[in-house]
């Protein structure tokens, strides 16, 4: 007992030393500056031990229900609170009004529908400039208890709720926006003159909603219109001649089958009417009644059902830099005007069904961009492409075309202007070309000096089947070809030479029918091979050193190579820095295994063994053969002493 005593001492003077100590709190925030973190740590409040002039609490991601002085620890200095994706369902009434310096409040991703059922407003966000109440829930009615006291209030976002309708009174409380976000609502209907008083509203986005249409449009000040994934079947501004100031316009996704009626007076840049249901344009009546489009910049009307442009349409566009027409019904195209379209750079009348395209001299200077792929193009003037002087990117693939020899090129210039379409077209002398894309277009031949004087960059003639390349095809493009891809054409040998081209640097040649490579010299620098799909067996011992030199990437599965024929080839790929991507699909063919066998796995001395395996076959059945010779040598000389012996006794 003595003895335990002394024990007991110590313990309880431990215990109440510890006790005397304060307790030692490890807040999970984190606090930089002024700045707290406590996202996603499953909190309910704030810990109380935080700093006490915080400018911006990040609580989002946490356990809160109840938003109130306590969940805050009573701070009111906050210049920004983040508390979205919580489960904010009450929050206290007038909790903001003490908080002056309030600049930014997120309550987005959170049960505020519960909290309006109340129909409590939560007091005056009075210093607030920027509110988001998405994905909260909320449906007609229930934002107004929410916006009523916003003096301030410029920034606004209601995504994602269950909001049918826009009344009048809805932002009777927040005067001062300049921004409001609507995407992902159900709003069937906007009454009159709902956005009437904000006077300083300048971005709008209605985005995928259930509008109809809009009937009278006079939103003078606004900028920036959102409309797209609606229902519209009509879009008509007001019959004012005051200038509007809107600047984006975005209609796409909707079911108009009609160009919309814009202002008259607009300063429009962009706009946007694909995936609607566009069938024609108007361009009847009076002039001064049109829209003017002198500040268009980009015109998308993909995805309509246009059957015909015509050049009177763009007569206004005075500033026009990119025209979307592609995945209509286009079946030709044509600029004759040389007043027209001088700004455009890019022109996309992609998948149309387009059998005729003209463009006169003079036209269309500054375009630098053309897609024509999917079309029906088989007949176009030939020098149709060297009438567009600053042409650098050039997409042609999945039409009929057929370029002109040098033979039935015209050199005539008294024939230049000449407008009826030939059986070819021709690409020399495009002098800014740089970008070229003939794929899928059947082409038969590829004539000599098909590109001479064009200073192409990248070539693409991949899946045109029995391609008959000549040697001096691409003649004239030694100096700035870099990507060739002549990948499905079914070659079993290439003709071109390649060693040529000294700027050369990827080369695409899988998917054929290839026994052998090119021949390349040691001023080829190719960086990038694909080989995949072809038939090649046996790679040069040249080749393989001169790729060498310069190859950073190989592709070459499916190929029937041999493993002990292609021991160069095996030693580049295990020993020099060459990535082979398709690696695991890079097989050969051993005499000693029944499947064949990754190149990875495969190794001098398999070879060397198997070498010396049928050298020793061969000798061992040398010698059985000798023996075999022997044996008849002595059998056949016996055979004759016998015969002689029996002879002689007689």
């Known amino acids: ?385 060297q009438r567009l002087p600053s042409i650098r990117h050039l997409q042609l693939q999945q039409n009929y075309l057929e370029i002109c020899s040098s033979d039935q090129i015209q050199q005539d210039p008294a024939d230049q202007d000449q407008q009826d379409p030939a059986d070819c077209v021709s690409f020399t002398s495009v002098p800014n070309l740089q970008f070229l894309n003939l794929s899928k277009n059947n082409l038969r031949t590829l004539p000599a000096n098909t590109f001479t004087n064009t200073p192409l960059k990248v070539l693409d003639l991949s899946l045109n089947p029995g391609l008959d390349m000549d040697q001096q095809s691409l003649s004239g493009l030694e100096h700035s070809l870099v990507h060739l891809l002549l990948r499905e054409n079914n070659i079993s040998s290439l003709n071109t030479d390649l060693s040529s081209l000294t700027s050369l640097r990827h080369i695409d040649l899988s998917t054929n029918q290839l026994t052998t490579l090119p021949v390349w010299n040691r001023e080829s620098s190719i960086e990038s091979l694909n080989l995949q799909n072809n038939n090649l067996v046996t790679l040069e011992s040249s080749t393989v050193l001169v790729l060498e030199r310069s190859l950073k990437t190989l592709y070459m599965g499916s190929n029937p190579l041999s493993c002990c024929s292609n021991l160069d080839f095996l030693h580049m790929v295990q020993h020099s820095a060459v990535v082979v991507p398709d690696i695991e699909t890079v097989t050969c063919v051993h005499d000693e295994y029944s499947e064949p066998v990754n190149i990875e796995k495969v190794t001098q001395e398999m070879c060397h063994q198997a070498g010396i395996q049928n050298y020793i076959v061969a000798v061992i059945l040398m010698a059985l053969l000798l023996m075999v010779v022997l044996a008849l040598l002595v059998k056949c000389c016996h055979a004759r002493k016998h015969k002689h012996n029996r002879s002689f006794s007689a």
């Open 1 to 385: 007992m003595a003895v335990l005593r002394p024990l007991f001492l110590l313990t309880v003077s431990c215990c109440l030393a510890a006790s005397a100590r304060p307790p030692r709190h490890l807040p999970p925030c984190t606090v930089v500056q002024m700045d707290v973190f406590c996202s996603n740590l499953s909190l309910r409040s704030v810990p109380t031990n935080l700093p006490h002039a915080v400018h911006m609490l990040d609580l989002s991601r946490n356990q809160v229900q109840n938003l109130s002085q306590e969940t805050l620890a009573y701070h009111t200095g906050f210049h920004h609170l983040k508390l979205h994706s919580n489960k904010i369902h009450f929050i206290q009434p007038g909790l903001f009004k003490d908080m002056p310096d309030l600049k930014v409040l997120d309550l987005s991703r959170n049960h505020l529908n519960v909290f309006a059922l109340s129909k409590i407003n939560i007091g005056p966000l009075t210093a607030v400039h920027s509110l988001d109440l998405s994905n909260n829930g909320l449906y007609t009615g229930m934002s107004d208890y929410f916006l009523s006291d916003c003096p301030v209030l410029e920034n606004l976002s209601l995504n994602s709720n269950s909001i049918t309708k826009i009344s009048q009174n809805t932002f009777s409380g927040s005067l001062s926006l300049t921004k409001i976000s609507l995407h992902n609502n159900v709003i069937l209907e906007i009454e009159d003159r709902a956005f009437d008083l904000l006077n300083h509203l300048t971005e709008l986005d209605l985005s995928k909603n259930s509008i109809s249409c809009i009937t009278d449009f006079n939103l003078y000040n606004l900028t920036v219109l959102n409309l797209s994934q609606n229902s519209l079947e009509l879009f008509q501004s007001s019959g004012s001649t005051s200038c509007y100031k809107l600047q984006s316009l975005d209609l796409s996704e909707n079911k108009m089958s009609h160009f919309p009626l814009l202002p008259v007076d607009n300063k429009l840049q962009y706009l946007d009417i694909s995936r609607n249901r566009l069938q024609s344009i108007n361009v009847t009546g009076k002039p001064e009644k049109r829209a003017l489009f002198r500040y268009l910049r980009h015109l998308d009307m993909s995805y309509n059902q246009l059957r015909s442009l015509p050049e009177s349409f763009f007569y206004c566009m005075l500033s026009l830099e990119v025209l979307n027409v592609s995945n209509n019904c286009l079946g030709s195209f044509s600029v004759t005007n040389q007043n027209l379209l001088q700004t455009v750079k890019i022109v996309d009348l992609s998948f149309n069904s387009l059998q005729s395209l003209t463009f006169k001299e003079n036209t269309l200077p500054l375009l630098e961009e053309l897609f024509l792929q999917g079309n029906d193009l088989t007949t176009l003037h030939h020098q149709v492409f």
